[in-house]
């Protein structure tokens, strides 16, 4: 199965092809040939395939946004209009394929990824209050940060 041909699921129509199809093990271990790369935050000019993605809204490089975030089958098709960074099993990049994933479980079960993580995993853990995307209202115990020299994070309850 993990060497299994992920293409099945996700079609790419993208310009530059990969040699050979991505297999799920390539999507779990980030080799698929796409993701966020630690010379793209250190370059002096915008990577081009950061500001393709970017004008894209996929939120693939950087923090994401659940307002701008395209639905699953929008976002797949869009990250498969991009070229590769490398090619699959050549390099690990970071992030993309966790999300890649997220798209394919969702297929698989017929369900959002979100309720899948809810009723397959944070509930049967007791985590009620950990979803995939969360508001400020639904976080209540969530950690708010640490200032430089505190001894330890500050919480939601300081404010209490």
Known sequence: MLGCCASRTVRSTRPF?????ATV???LTFTFGFGAAFEMYTSSKPWPIVTAADELRLGTFGPPNPAQQPDPDTWITALGSLPLIAQPGERWLDNTGASVLGVLLSRAAGRP??????SRVFEPLGMGDTALW???VDRPH??????????????????E
Request: glycine letters at 8%.
């Open 17 to 21: 092809p990969p040699r050979r199809p």
């Open 25 to 27: 093990r390539e999507l």
């Open 113 to 118: 990824f979100g309720e899948l993580l809810r």
């Open 134 to 136: 969360t508001s400020e």
């Open 142 to 159: 969530d950690a708010r940060g640490r200032r430089p020299g505190a001894a330890r994070a500050r919480s939601a309850r300081d404010d």
